[in-house]
């Protein structure tokens, strides 16, 4: 992914969560997550990795990669989260048209990428999957229902992430 992509969405990121983010380069010990009889990276076994990097306390993070992800019992996975924990994990494997056969499209990629990673941050921080039509929340199973998100949540979304962001806040200061 171009780090522009990355720095972009860094701030898209910010704006949403009303949190400071950090860029960093790590490395996955990606042949421990793969599964040769799928050809793909178990998504929750790179996870696990990704919840073990050294990071500040508390820190939530999101690893992005460019393999394609399955969970046991799904084809395939455009990423995961830790429900209402510390770690996501989300790939552009299936988020550029060219996967589909068609030339590749990085405003699309960088959109549908933007909205993938506030998903599933959106996750840790306790959303559940949302049923608004636009809502960044809402569940997509094919790329074309991440086009038709929009990159925000909807404002019940966004009032649950305003009491979560509170809360941290608060977690903060008494552990301080
Ligand atoms: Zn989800
Ligand atoms: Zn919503």
């Given amino acids: 992914v171009p780090l522009q992509f990355l720095d972009d969405i860094a701030k898209t990121v910010h704006s949403i969560f009303g ?8 490395v996955l010990d990606m042949p421990k997550a793969f599964d040769v009889s799928r ?4 998504s929750s076994a790179l996870l696990s990795q990704v919840v073990a990097q050294d990071l500040p306390e508390g820190a939530k993070r999101i690893a992005v990669v460019d393999v394609d992800l399955f969970v046991p019992v799904l084809t ?6 830790q429900f209402d924990g510390l770690a996501a994990i989300v790939s552009t494997h299936r988020l550029d048209n060219e996967f589909y056969g ?13 909205k993938e990673i506030v998903h599933e941050l959106g996750h ?11 809502c960044v929340m809402r569940s997509s199973t094919y790329v074309e229902e991440i ?29 301080s």
Avoid: W
Avoid at 39 to 42: A, C, F, M, P, T
């Fill in 19 to 26: 949190i400071p983010v950090v860029l960093h380069t790590r």
């Fill in 39 to 42: 050809d793909q990276y178990n």
């Fill in 76 to 81: 395939f996975v455009f990423g995961e989260a």
């Fill in 102 to 114: 068609m030339s590749p499209n990085p405003e699309m990629l960088y959109r549908r990428l933007e």
């Fill in 124 to 134: 840790t921080f306790g959303l559940y999957h949302c049923r608004q039509f636009e």
């Fill in 147 to 175: 086009d038709l998100k929009r990159t925000s949540p909807c404002p019940t979304c966004g009032s649950f992430l305003s009491q979560a962001r509170v809360h941290i806040t608060q977690t903060d200061r008494s552990s």
